[in-house]
């Protein structure tokens, strides 16, 4: 692998998560080196798009909560703001595999979740698939169930305030 093969990886991820408007005109000054330097720890193609896919996900959904369409700040910049993930995910592999991969999906389903029930239009059916409760749903069942335990207690306290 060469380090032009991981810059592109992190360039076809970032416009696939965050659009063809947001994607970079040029690599960060640093991004050469970077990626020689995951490539020689033993970063492989496959772990680079999962790192890119995963972490990038998580940052849409914050610059869709947080940042608006106007803030860059959520947008990863260069390779290096992967750093630490990429090194985890490099001695995950070496070791074996990462085991925690259910924990993390469920916790990245109950932000999603959290989110849609105070903005609905956030909601990424693109990505996510259709909006809780709506038949082909993916949110899986335990947090629709605690989604339906939320909303009846939030009925009942509306109820009663008024």
């Given at each position: 692998m060469r380090p032009e093969?991981?810059?592109?990886?992190?360039?076809?991820?970032?416009?696939?998560?965050?659009?063809?408007?947001?994607?970079?005109?040029?690599?960060?000054?640093?991004?050469?080196?970077?990626a020689k330097r995951w490539i020689g720890?033993?970063?492989?193609?496959?772990?680079?798009?999962?790192?890119?896919?995963?972490?990038?996900?998580?940052?849409?959904?914050k610059f869709l909560r947080f940042g608006g369409s106007k803030d860059r700040s959520y947008l990863p910049a260069s390779?290096?703001?992967?750093?630490?993930?990429?090194?985890n995910a490099i001695r995950r592999s070496k070791s074996g595999g990462q085991s925690e991969f259910w924990e993390n999906e469920i916790s990245r389903w109950r932000s999603r979740c959290k989110t849609w029930l105070k903005k609905p239009h956030?909601?990424?059916?693109?990505?996510?698939?259709?909006h809780p409760f709506e038949s082909g749903c993916r949110v899986p069942k335990e947090i629709?169930?605690?989604?339906?335990?939320?909303?009846?207690?939030?009925?009942?306290?509306?109820r009663q305030s008024t």
């Amino acid at each position: 692998m060469r380090p032009e093969d991981v810059i592109s990886a992190f360039d076809e991820v970032r416009e696939f998560i965050f659009g063809h408007s947001l994607g970079r005109d040029n690599p960060h000054a640093s991004d050469m080196a970077t990626a020689k330097r995951w490539i020689g720890e033993g970063l492989t193609f496959v772990t680079a798009v999962i790192v890119f896919f995963e972490q990038m996900s998580w940052m849409h959904e914050k610059f869709l909560r947080f940042g608006g369409s106007k803030d860059r700040s959520y947008l990863p910049a260069s390779l290096k703001v992967f750093d630490e993930n990429i090194d985890n995910a490099i001695r995950r592999s070496k070791s074996g595999g990462q085991s925690e991969f259910w924990e993390n999906e469920i916790s990245r389903w109950r932000s999603r979740c959290k989110t849609w029930l105070k903005k609905p239009h956030l909601w990424n059916t693109d990505q996510w698939g259709p909006h809780p409760f709506e038949s082909g749903c993916r949110v899986p069942k335990e947090i629709l169930e605690h989604i339906s335990r939320y909303d009846a207690n939030m009925k009942t306290e509306m109820r009663q305030s008024t």
